[in-house]
């Protein structure tokens, strides 16, 4: 088979040497030689050029701030947004994100969210009665909850020892609110954990301990020189742990970290994994220390 003589293109007549060969890599090495720039930068440069366009189409005022060089690693990471993230990613720029990969990782973990909401809509039966939520203290939660009527308290306080008080008010209305044998499950911070126990002991039964693993939010702890990537869950019981209570796998491991909503929100698919493992249908959950209407825990029971 005879082949047609190549015939050289206006970019060659003009002392641009392009490939025989039609193709991206050929044409970014050609360019890269000109430019004195390596291909993989070119193409870099050709995909942000690409990315940049779907994003001033979707927001101008973010492509601009884009162009100003504000957000620092548009180039690496622009062309790797979805379609379907774009709109989010435009948003969360014009609204002073300056961080490709943090606005990605907040879409990531609303569209696990989005994907764990749906899959409990499709396994869960629809509640014959609706759940039940009161604003007030603590130390005046009793007055609420009738007694021991609780299968399951589960919770996560606030680590400060500014905040130690509370385990105390936790553990005297875990007392009043559980049942004989139930359980308090208790999430608190590794500095004051010793504190922590010593309290709750004085009211329930310390049964175990569960390992909560945050990866992708470790905490340097300077004045200890500690580099923290796990959170403790206490497992206490009232009075005596029941015969027949399930077992439990003793390690938890948070996804992804979600800060969307409050700088102390948990990861709402693995406190529901935390949930899971305690329950069973029928049973009555309560955690006394929601922080606020946005704190999201009370999804996850």
């Known amino acids: 088979m005879k082949l047609a003589p190549h015939r050289p293109s206006k970019d060659e007549k003009n002392g641009l040497k392009l490939s025989p060969f039609s193709g991206s890599a050929a044409t970014a090495k050609a360019v890269a030689q000109i430019a004195g720039v390596s291909p993989a930068t070119v193409k870099r440069a050709h995909q942000f050029g690409k990315a940049l366009e779907v994003l001033e189409q979707v927001s101008p005022k973010a492509a601009e701030v884009v162009l100003r060089g504000e957000v620092k690693d548009a180039l690496t990471n622009l062309h790797l947004v979805p379609a379907e993230a774009m709109s989010f990613v435009a948003e969360q720029i014009t609204n002073g994100e300056r961080s490709i990969k943090r606005a990605m990782e907040k879409w990531g973990a609303l569209q696990r969210e989005k994907r764990l909401k749906e899959k409990m809509a499709e396994v869960l039966p629809k509640p014959t009665q609706p759940f039940e939520l009161y604003c007030c203290d603590i130390h005046d939660a009793h007055k609420f909850v009738a007694a021991e009527s609780v299968d399951l308290i589960v919770t996560d306080p606030p680590y400060g020892r500014e905040h130690l008080h509370l385990y105390d008010a936790l553990a005297k209305f875990a007392v009043h609110a559980l049942k004989e044998g139930g359980i308090c499950v208790v999430m608190c911070g590794v500095r004051y954990l010793r504190e922590v ?10 049964v175990w ?4 693993l945050t990866p992708g939010q470790h905490n340097k702890l300077f004045p200890f020189r500690v580099i923290n990537a796990w959170k403790p869950v206490l497992y206490f019981v009232k009075g005596e742990l029941a015969e027949d209570a399930q077992w439990v796998f003793d390690v938890i491991e948070s996804p992804q970290p979600e800060k969307t909503d409050h700088e ?14 305690f329950t069973h249908k029928g049973m009555v959950v309560c955690d006394p220390l929601l922080r ?4 999201r825990r009370g999804s996850a029971c």
């Open 197 to 206: 126990m010593e309290t709750l002991s004085r009211h329930l039964n310390y």
């Open 209 to 212: 301990t569960l390992t909560y």
């Open 264 to 277: 102390w929100q948990q990861n709402l698919e693995a406190f529901t994994d935390l949930v899971r493992r």
């Open 292 to 295: 606020d209407w946005n704190d």
